[in-house]
């Protein structure tokens, strides 16, 4: 599964499941849509929590990729 957050149509969080390794939590620059930094977590409830701790994005702003 993936999960996106997006803040004036920038790209700026991805939670990304590696199916037998946890979900990686990329952060990217909106100024140049790169990826800036990325994170392996256990669980994607703690990939929300790194997310909101480092990047203060919104728990409940991520989207479920479709």
Same mark, same amino acid.
């Given at each position: 599964?993936?999960?996106? $957050?997006?803040?004036?149509?920038?790209?700026? #969080?991805? %939670?990304?499941?590696?199916? #037998? %390794? #946890?979900? $990686?939590? $990329? %952060?990217?620059?909106?100024?140049?849509?790169?990826? %800036?930094?990325?994170?392996?977590?256990?669980?994607?409830?703690?990939?929300?929590?790194?997310?909101?701790?480092?990047?203060?994005?919104?728990?409940?702003?991520?989207?479920?990729?479709?």
């Amino acid at each position: 599964m993936k999960y996106h $957050y997006f803040k004036d149509n920038q790209l700026l #969080g991805l %939670i990304e499941e590696e199916e #037998g %390794i #946890g979900f $990686y939590l $990329y %952060i990217y620059n909106p100024e140049t849509n790169k990826c %800036i930094a990325d994170h392996l977590q256990d669980t994607y409830e703690l990939a929300q929590q790194q997310a909101w701790e480092d990047y203060k994005i919104p728990r409940n702003d991520w989207k479920n990729c479709k």
